[in-house]
């Protein structure tokens, strides 16, 4: 088949689309100045307004199984703003290698505030703290250990403290109205704090700000929290900024991805068909495998509790168990398929190569702008075996969605998400401590819906296997913390 005029217009789309999101991406870091560093091995990151003088400087700190990319919102809306921001990854996340050590984590902080206050912008007397989830508890207690050094404190999807009257100083409380808990916790934080105070010129002052229609990780790229929080920082300082810059990186990040879509969509005809379709299984067994999957998953992750630590396991936390849910989900859905198409190499190579476009569709700019996407040595070691874990799910997934129609692929795209994430939710109905599940949720519908698109352009089951399964992996080994 060849390129014909309609494919190429795709294909130049594609193109159009990449390069605009890639220069809204640099427009964004105009006016900045951004160091990446370490000090004591934890990976920093700095953005700061070009040639400052004297600015109020800000630590933030991201939440469990999150970065220093995943905050770079509330970094660039500062530092927009004219403020110095210092982000790093705690200890067994993102690049940093240290293993997890929860008790170690405020010393992680003490290394930020040192890196900090070396930067020759920041004045040393104007500090604030910001964090989110696990990163709350982290500057609220910093807060309250040291009130005198920092201004304000603002958590985000806060979790626990101490809190009084008096500390930290000018605290914010900030929840998504679709985060349940967290905004029964932060009422709870509030009252144990003192009630709602407008006096912030005695540090005393108090607030509550519930952003709406955002949940656990929508909120981190909500220009509602990130404005709530420039505005407790502005009337903290007695400072007057007219920025009028708005965080739309996760768009141009939306575009990037999307163009590369568009082009494989473009190109994907031209590729030779390698893979003999075999006995083809009947509706029953398709649906009935997706099914029993997530019965047998589940069982299988609660006899596994029995003897081993499920959240620890395979040396990262919660990653290694949903590794090995995939797995025994996806034989099961394979066993009752009954059916193999006949790999080549071919398919194998192919399979490479879409991982490769993934891995640049999704990840080249996910560096900087909300995921550590680049592994470090110790993660590297963990993908190959998580990627073996979920290639018979996307195997079972890509024999299902051969040679179907669009309808039936969106259908199928549909019952996928519904089982994943009813099935994660059954999980954690006989196994509480693998909590974390839960916050993957909302994010299995539009994984699965791009790779079943994939799966859709392609129509190859082995190659849409080898390219989802290492993808996946990929994307499990990069965000999940490493356990003790």
Same mark, same amino acid.
């Given at each position: 088949?060849?390129?014909?005029?309609?494919?190429?217009?795709?294909?130049?789309?594609?193109?159009?689309?990449?390069?605009?999101?890639?220069?809204?991406?640099?427009?964004?870091?105009?006016?900045?100045?951004?160091?990446?560093?370490?000090?004591?091995?934890?990976?920093?990151?700095?953005?700061?307004?070009?040639?400052?003088?004297?600015?109020?400087?800000?630590?933030?700190?991201?939440?469990?199984?999150?970065?220093?990319?995943?905050?770079?919102?509330?970094?660039?809306?500062?530092?927009?703003?004219?403020?110095?921001?210092?982000?790093?990854?705690?200890?067994?996340?993102?690049?940093?290698?240290?293993?997890?050590?929860?008790?170690?984590?405020?010393?992680?902080?003490?290394?930020?505030?040192?890196?900090?206050?070396?930067?020759?912008?920041?004045?040393?007397?104007?500090?604030?703290?910001?964090?989110?989830?696990?990163?709350?508890?982290?500057?609220?207690?910093?807060?309250?250990?040291?009130?005198?050094?920092?201004?304000?404190?603002?958590?985000?999807?806060?979790?626990?403290?101490?809190?009084?009257?008096?500390?930290?100083?000018?605290?914010?409380?900030?929840?998504?109205?679709?985060?349940?808990?967290?905004?029964?916790?932060?009422?709870?934080?509030?009252?144990?704090?003192?009630?709602?105070?407008?006096?912030?010129?005695?540090?005393?002052?108090?607030?509550?700000?519930?952003?709406?229609?955002?949940?656990?990780?929508?909120?981190?790229?909500?220009?509602?929290?990130?404005?709530?929080?420039?505005?407790?920082?502005?009337?903290?300082?007695?400072?007057?900024?007219?920025?009028?810059?708005?965080?739309?990186?996760?768009?141009?990040?939306? !575009?990037?991805? $999307?163009? /590369? *879509?568009?082009? &494989? #969509?473009?190109?994907?005809?031209?590729?030779? +068909? @390698?893979?003999? =379709? %075999?006995?083809?299984?009947?509706?029953?067994?398709?649906?009935?495998?997706?099914?029993?999957?997530?019965?047998?998953?589940?069982?299988?992750?609660?006899?596994?509790?029995?003897?081993?630590?499920?959240?620890?396991?395979?040396?990262?936390?919660?990653?290694?168990?949903?590794?090995?849910?995939?797995? !025994?989900?996806? $034989?099961? /859905? *394979?066993?009752? &398929? #009954?059916?193999?198409?006949?790999?080549?190499? +071919? @398919?194998?190579? =192919? %399979?490479?190569?879409?991982?490769?476009?993934?891995?640049?569709?999704?990840?080249?700019?996910?560096?900087?702008?909300?995921?550590?996407?680049?592994?470090?040595?110790?993660?590297?070691?963990?993908?190959?075996?998580?990627?073996?874990?979920?290639?018979?799910?996307?195997?079972?997934?890509?024999?299902?969605?051969?040679?179907?129609?669009?309808?039936?692929?969106?259908?199928?795209?549909?019952?996928?998400?519904?089982?994943?994430?009813?099935?994660?939710?059954?999980?954690?109905?006989?196994?509480?401590?693998?909590?974390?599940?839960?916050?993957?949720?909302?994010?299995?519908?539009?994984?699965?819906?791009?790779?079943?698109?994939?799966?859709?352009?392609?129509?190859?089951?082995?190659?849409?296997?080898?390219?989802?399964?290492?993808?996946?992996?990929?994307?499990?080994?990069?965000?999940?913390?490493?356990?003790?």
């Amino acid at each position: 088949m060849r390129l014909n005029h309609k494919r190429l217009g795709l294909l130049l789309l594609a193109i159009l689309l990449i390069a605009s999101s890639w220069l809204g991406i640099v427009s964004a870091r105009s006016g900045l100045a951004v160091r990446s560093f370490q000090q004591d091995d934890i990976p920093l990151l700095y953005v700061a307004p070009q040639q400052a003088k004297a600015t109020p400087g800000v630590l933030v700190a991201h939440g469990f199984a999150g970065s220093k990319q995943l905050m770079l919102g509330y970094a660039h809306v500062l530092a927009h703003a004219g403020y110095a921001t210092l982000l790093w990854d705690f200890d067994g996340h993102g690049a940093n290698p240290t293993r997890l050590q929860r008790h170690e984590l405020q010393q992680n902080l003490d290394v930020a505030l040192q890196a900090l206050l070396k930067q020759p912008e920041v004045d040393p007397n104007r500090l604030a703290l910001l964090g989110h989830s696990m990163g709350s508890g982290i500057v609220m207690t910093a807060g309250i250990r040291d009130p005198d050094r920092f201004a304000a404190t603002i958590a985000v999807s806060p979790t626990g403290a101490d809190v009084t009257p008096q500390a930290p100083r000018n605290l914010q409380l900030q929840a998504g109205s679709g985060e349940g808990g967290f905004v029964a916790n932060a009422q709870r934080l509030l009252a144990q704090a003192g009630g709602a105070n407008t006096n912030l010129a005695t540090g005393q002052g108090r607030e509550l700000v519930v952003v709406p229609g955002v949940e656990h990780i929508t909120i981190l790229f909500s220009d509602g929290s990130h404005q709530a929080a420039l505005r407790w920082l502005d009337a903290t300082f007695g400072t007057r900024h007219r920025s009028q810059y708005v965080d739309r990186r996760m768009a141009w990040y939306g !575009i990037h991805l $999307l163009g /590369w *879509l568009i082009g &494989l #969509a473009a190109i994907a005809p031209l590729l030779p +068909r @390698s893979e003999a =379709l %075999g006995r083809k299984s009947t509706p029953l067994q398709r649906w009935a495998g997706l099914v029993s999957a997530p019965f047998a998953a589940v069982a299988g992750l609660v006899l596994l509790s029995q003897k081993f630590d499920l959240q620890d396991l395979g040396g990262v936390q919660v990653g290694g168990a949903v590794g090995v849910w995939f797995l !025994i989900a996806g $034989l099961t /859905w *394979l066993g009752v &398929l #009954a059916r193999l198409p006949r790999p080549t190499l +071919r @398919s194998v190579g =192919l %399979g490479v190569a879409l991982f490769g476009l993934l891995w640049v569709a999704f990840g080249a700019m996910a560096q900087v702008v909300w995921l550590q996407w680049w592994l470090i040595p110790i993660r590297l070691k963990l993908w190959l075996p998580l990627t073996i874990a979920c290639f018979p799910w996307f195997l079972a997934s890509g024999i299902v969605q051969q040679n179907i129609g669009g309808g039936k692929r969106v259908l199928w795209w549909l019952g996928q998400s519904l089982v994943l994430v009813g099935g994660f939710v059954l999980t954690l109905s006989f196994l509480p401590q693998l909590g974390f599940m839960f916050l993957l949720l909302p994010l299995f519908p539009p994984l699965m819906g791009i790779l079943s698109f994939v799966a859709g352009c392609l129509n190859q089951a082995w190659v849409s296997a080898i390219g989802s399964a290492l993808f996946f992996g990929w994307l499990l080994a990069a965000g999940f913390p490493l356990s003790a």
